[in-house]
Protein backbone atom coordinates (compact mmCIF):
# COMPACT_ATOMS: atom_id res chain seq x y z
CA UNK A 1 0.00 0.00 0.00
CA UNK A 2 0.91 3.48 -0.59
CA UNK A 3 0.10 6.52 0.86
CA UNK A 4 -1.52 9.87 -0.48
CA UNK A 5 0.99 11.61 -1.35
CA UNK A 6 2.85 8.99 -3.32
CA UNK A 7 -0.08 9.48 -6.37
CA UNK A 8 0.68 10.75 -9.15
CA UNK A 9 -1.24 12.17 -12.15
CA UNK A 10 -1.65 9.25 -14.11
CA UNK A 11 -1.95 6.87 -11.77
CA UNK A 12 -4.69 3.56 -11.30
CA UNK A 13 -5.84 3.21 -8.27
CA UNK A 14 -7.88 0.82 -6.48
CA UNK A 15 -10.99 3.23 -4.91
CA UNK A 16 -13.98 1.92 -3.54
CA UNK A 17 -13.92 -1.31 -5.05
CA UNK A 18 -13.75 0.67 -8.87
CA UNK A 19 -10.89 1.27 -11.02
CA UNK A 20 -10.21 4.87 -11.31
CA UNK A 21 -7.60 7.02 -13.00
CA UNK A 22 -6.28 10.42 -11.68
CA UNK A 23 -6.68 13.25 -13.54
CA UNK A 24 -5.99 15.61 -11.34
CA UNK A 25 -4.32 15.70 -7.62
CA UNK A 26 -3.48 18.51 -5.74
CA UNK A 27 -1.82 19.29 -2.62
CA UNK A 28 -3.69 21.72 -0.50
CA UNK A 29 -3.29 23.89 2.84
CA UNK A 30 -6.03 26.31 3.43
CA UNK A 31 -5.01 28.95 6.20
CA UNK A 32 -5.27 26.83 9.75
CA UNK A 33 -6.41 23.98 8.52
CA UNK A 34 -4.35 20.45 8.45
CA UNK A 35 -2.92 19.78 4.33
CA UNK A 36 -4.90 17.80 2.38
CA UNK A 37 -4.92 16.21 -1.26
CA UNK A 38 -7.35 16.93 -3.62
CA UNK A 39 -8.03 14.23 -6.24
CA UNK A 40 -10.26 14.40 -9.30
CA UNK A 41 -10.49 11.04 -10.92
CA UNK A 42 -12.30 8.99 -13.83
CA UNK A 43 -13.51 5.42 -13.63
CA UNK A 44 -12.44 3.37 -15.89
CA UNK A 45 -15.16 1.34 -16.53
CA UNK A 46 -18.08 3.88 -16.56
CA UNK A 47 -16.18 6.99 -17.40
CA UNK A 48 -17.82 8.78 -14.74
CA UNK A 49 -15.62 11.82 -12.55
CA UNK A 50 -15.06 11.38 -9.02
CA UNK A 51 -13.89 13.74 -6.40
CA UNK A 52 -12.20 13.42 -3.06
CA UNK A 53 -10.09 14.22 -0.34
CA UNK A 54 -7.30 12.08 0.59
CA UNK A 55 -5.72 12.97 4.33
CA UNK A 56 -1.88 13.24 3.76
CA UNK A 57 -1.21 10.02 5.83
CA UNK A 58 -4.13 7.62 3.79
CA UNK A 59 -3.24 4.62 2.44
CA UNK A 60 -4.46 4.14 -0.92
CA UNK A 61 -4.08 1.08 -3.62
CA UNK A 62 -2.03 2.25 -6.36
CA UNK A 63 -2.19 -0.47 -8.91
CA UNK A 64 0.19 -2.08 -11.72
CA UNK A 65 -1.31 -1.30 -15.53
CA UNK A 66 0.79 -2.84 -18.29
CA UNK A 67 0.21 -0.56 -21.73
CA UNK A 68 1.23 -1.97 -24.79
CA UNK A 69 0.83 -1.74 -28.88
CA UNK A 70 -1.39 -4.56 -30.47
CA UNK A 71 -2.24 -5.12 -33.56
CA UNK A 72 -6.33 -5.82 -34.50
CA UNK A 73 -7.03 -8.53 -35.88
CA UNK A 74 -10.60 -9.17 -36.02
CA UNK A 75 -13.92 -8.60 -34.60
CA UNK A 76 -15.55 -11.64 -32.42
CA UNK A 77 -19.40 -10.32 -30.79
CA UNK A 78 -18.39 -8.01 -28.88
CA UNK A 79 -14.77 -7.85 -28.59
CA UNK A 80 -12.14 -7.21 -30.69
CA UNK A 81 -9.32 -10.14 -31.20
CA UNK A 82 -6.08 -8.27 -30.69
CA UNK A 83 -2.69 -10.01 -31.01
CA UNK A 84 0.52 -8.45 -28.70
CA UNK A 85 3.20 -7.12 -31.08
CA UNK A 86 6.16 -8.88 -28.98
CA UNK A 87 4.79 -12.26 -27.88
CA UNK A 88 2.17 -13.11 -30.74
CA UNK A 89 -0.45 -13.67 -27.48
CA UNK A 90 -3.87 -12.87 -28.83
CA UNK A 91 -6.59 -11.23 -26.24
CA UNK A 92 -10.39 -10.73 -26.52
CA UNK A 93 -10.90 -7.09 -25.48
CA UNK A 94 -14.70 -5.47 -24.99
CA UNK A 95 -15.30 -3.09 -28.02
CA UNK A 96 -16.79 -0.58 -25.56
CA UNK A 97 -13.07 0.36 -24.21
CA UNK A 98 -12.35 1.67 -27.68
CA UNK A 99 -15.42 4.37 -27.38
CA UNK A 100 -17.30 5.36 -30.72
CA UNK A 101 -13.86 5.72 -32.61
CA UNK A 102 -14.07 1.38 -33.48
CA UNK A 103 -16.20 1.82 -36.19
CA UNK A 104 -13.24 3.21 -38.14
CA UNK A 105 -11.41 0.37 -36.91
CA UNK A 106 -9.19 -1.75 -40.07
CA UNK A 107 -8.34 -4.65 -39.62
CA UNK A 108 -4.02 -4.97 -39.26
CA UNK A 109 -4.21 -1.40 -37.41
CA UNK A 110 -2.45 -1.04 -34.41
CA UNK A 111 -3.72 0.06 -31.16
CA UNK A 112 -3.11 0.52 -27.42
CA UNK A 113 -4.55 -1.61 -25.16
CA UNK A 114 -3.91 -1.63 -21.16
CA UNK A 115 -4.45 -4.11 -18.82
CA UNK A 116 -4.28 -4.66 -15.06
CA UNK A 117 -3.57 -8.03 -13.64
CA UNK A 118 -4.62 -9.38 -17.31
CA UNK A 119 -7.88 -7.69 -17.47
CA UNK A 120 -8.10 -4.82 -20.17
CA UNK A 121 -9.10 -1.69 -18.24
CA UNK A 122 -8.17 0.70 -21.09
CA UNK A 123 -8.17 0.92 -24.88
CA UNK A 124 -6.97 3.25 -27.81
CA UNK A 125 -6.66 3.51 -31.43
CA UNK A 126 -4.72 6.02 -33.89
CA UNK A 127 -6.23 9.78 -33.83
CA UNK A 128 -6.83 9.28 -38.13
CA UNK A 129 -7.41 6.45 -40.12
CA UNK A 130 -6.74 6.37 -43.86
CA UNK A 131 -10.35 4.53 -45.13
CA UNK A 132 -11.82 3.68 -48.58
CA UNK A 133 -14.87 4.85 -50.07
CA UNK A 134 -17.38 1.93 -50.38
CA UNK A 135 -20.77 3.77 -51.25
CA UNK A 136 -21.33 7.38 -52.30
CA UNK A 137 -23.63 9.33 -54.26
CA UNK A 138 -21.77 10.17 -57.83
CA UNK A 139 -21.47 14.06 -58.21
CA UNK A 140 -23.55 16.24 -60.20
CA UNK A 141 -21.94 18.00 -62.57
CA UNK A 142 -21.80 22.13 -62.06
CA UNK A 143 -23.00 21.81 -58.02
CA UNK A 144 -19.73 22.84 -56.87
CA UNK A 145 -21.24 25.10 -53.87
CA UNK A 146 -18.62 25.39 -51.34
CA UNK A 147 -18.38 23.08 -48.39
CA UNK A 148 -20.94 21.01 -49.56
CA UNK A 149 -21.09 17.86 -48.55
CA UNK A 150 -22.66 14.12 -48.80
CA UNK A 151 -23.14 10.61 -47.19
CA UNK A 152 -20.64 8.54 -47.70
CA UNK A 153 -19.60 4.77 -46.34
CA UNK A 154 -16.04 3.78 -45.57
CA UNK A 155 -14.87 0.56 -46.36
CA UNK A 156 -15.43 -0.64 -42.20
CA UNK A 157 -19.14 0.20 -42.96
CA UNK A 158 -19.23 3.71 -40.60
CA UNK A 159 -20.69 6.51 -42.46
CA UNK A 160 -19.55 9.94 -42.77
CA UNK A 161 -19.98 13.34 -44.41
CA UNK A 162 -17.57 14.02 -47.58
CA UNK A 163 -17.36 17.12 -49.59
CA UNK A 164 -18.86 16.37 -53.25
CA UNK A 165 -15.74 16.14 -55.58
CA UNK A 166 -15.54 12.40 -53.48
CA UNK A 167 -15.62 8.97 -55.25
CA UNK A 168 -16.28 5.31 -54.98
CA UNK A 169 -12.91 3.96 -54.60
CA UNK A 170 -11.44 6.90 -53.18
CA UNK A 171 -9.32 6.91 -49.99
CA UNK A 172 -10.02 9.34 -47.54
CA UNK A 173 -8.27 10.38 -43.78
CA UNK A 174 -10.91 9.98 -41.34
CA UNK A 175 -10.88 11.90 -37.50
CA UNK A 176 -11.17 8.83 -35.41
CA UNK A 177 -11.99 11.00 -32.86
CA UNK A 178 -14.86 13.13 -34.23
CA UNK A 179 -15.42 10.88 -37.52
CA UNK A 180 -14.92 13.77 -39.57
CA UNK A 181 -13.52 14.03 -43.57
CA UNK A 182 -10.48 15.74 -43.26
CA UNK A 183 -8.71 15.35 -46.28
CA UNK A 184 -8.32 12.88 -49.51
CA UNK A 185 -5.15 10.49 -49.20
CA UNK A 186 -3.37 10.98 -53.02
CA UNK A 187 -2.31 7.54 -54.34
Not at 108 to 128: H, K, L, Q, R
Not at 137 to 163: L, W, Y
Not at 180 to 187: A, I
Amino acid sequence: MAKASDIKNGNILKFNGELVQVEEFLHRTPGNLRAFYQARMRNVRSGKLVEYRFRTDEEVDVRRVETGDYQYLYEDGDALVVMDNATYDQHNVPKALFGAAVKFLKEGTNVIVAFESDEPIMGSIPGSAELEITYTEPAVKGDTSTGAQKNATVETGAEIRVPLFINIGDKVKVDTATGTYVERVKG
